[in-house]
């Protein structure tokens, strides 16, 4: 693996406009102080503000819920995840970054591919279907709904990634775009 270099990813984020760059334990108190920042920076483009809130809170809650890395503080335990939301002229980008386990990348995978094939009234459609009869791999992890949601809300392809971090784990990470009203 290569070597790390904390100035390069300081370049990397330093030429785009970051609105929350957040990585450590995901905890209710930390997703409420992300948001309310959120909604300061955002004040500005209310329509396209309330989608960037909406899939970061979507986006928060996955991690809240399933990451497989755990810190623990004190006597509680949180689970961990990265969230960046960055801004350009055209578009905000939310990314989103935790591990999973891999037995979960060919759901992950399978669900993304799919929700990237369809359009508006399709997603409705599965949105729907997925509440009347989700699958219980799907309610258990989290692959449901809640990616359904981010595409609808976003109203573009969402992208995602996997990388090996050892024989159980990988790397699962998430990026989106939501146009700008401005």
């Not at 209310?46 to 809240?64: C, D, H, R, T, W």
């Not at 990348?105 to 459609?125: S, V, Y």
């Not at 309610?139 to 595409?151: F, V, W």
Request: aromatic residues 10%.
């Amino acid at each position: 693996m290569g070597k790390f270099s904390f100035f390069n990813h300081y370049q990397d984020l330093s030429s785009k406009e970051i609105l929350v760059s957040y990585k450590g334990p995901m905890s209710d108190v930390i997703i409420y102080e992300i948001s309310k920042e959120l909604q300061n920076k955002l004040a500005q483009d209310p329509k396209s503000g309330k989608k960037v809130y909406s899939i970061f809170m979507e986006l928060a809650q996955n991690i809240f819920f399933y990451s497989s890395e755990v810190s623990k503080i004190g006597d509680k335990e949180y689970r961990v995840g990265t969230i960046v939301i960055t801004e350009d002229e055209e578009f905000y980008t939310l990314m989103a970054g935790n591990l999973v386990e891999k037995k979960w990348i060919p759901t992950l995978w399978d669900k993304c591919e799919l929700i990237n094939t369809l359009d508006r009234e399709a997603l409705r459609r599965l949105k729907f279907e997925q509440r009347i009869n989700p699958n219980e791999d799907e309610r258990s992890k989290g692959a449901g709904i809640g990616l359904i949601q981010i595409a609808l809300t976003s109203a573009q392809p969402i992208s995602v990634e996997f990388r090996d971090v050892d024989d159980k784990l990988s790397f699962f990470a998430l990026a989106v775009n939501v146009k700008k009203n401005l």
